[in-house]
């Protein structure tokens, strides 16, 4: 299992990023999988996930400004970031963790995931 993120970099408030995440060695329909960040000082927090059936998922207090999706044929995951804060500075990591179909298992807390990339920094200032 691989994932590479991408996509992070400075913006003004109010801007959109959008983040991506390569994944190789795994199928989609086999894992759950998400976007987690950490800021300064702070733990990491699920931001956004999606099941193995394609359920998704956001944190509910960026709900109205995040989207998460996935291009099965391309096996990239993609957070849209919209109306970007500083308080959503914080490095951005993709992770993956196998779950069963037919559970509908579209969130996990960080510690669940066992697959992680190198992470993509976002910085809103």
């Known amino acids: 299992v691989q994932l590479v993120e991408s996509g992070g970099g400075l913006v003004q408030p109010g801007g959109s990023l959008r983040l991506s995440c390569q994944a190789s060695g795994f199928h989609f329909g086999s894992y759950c999988v998400g976007w987690v960040h950490q800021a300064p000082g702070k733990q990491c927090e699920a931001v956004a996930s999606?099941?193995?059936?394609?359920?998704?998922n956001i944190a509910f207090e960026m709900r109205d400004r995040f989207t998460i999706s996935l291009d099965n044929a391309k096996n990239t995951l993609y957070l849209q970031m919209n109306s970007l804060k500083p308080e959503d500075t914080a490095m951005y990591y993709c992770?993956?963790?196998?779950?069963?179909?037919?559970?509908?298992?579209?969130?996990?807390?960080?510690?669940?995931?066992?697959?992680w990339g190198q992470g993509t920094q976002v910085t809103v200032s």
């Open positions: 999606v099941s193995p059936e394609g359920t998704a």
């Open positions: 992770a993956a963790e196998p779950r069963v179909r037919g559970y509908y298992t579209y969130y996990l807390s960080p510690i669940e995931y066992n697959y």
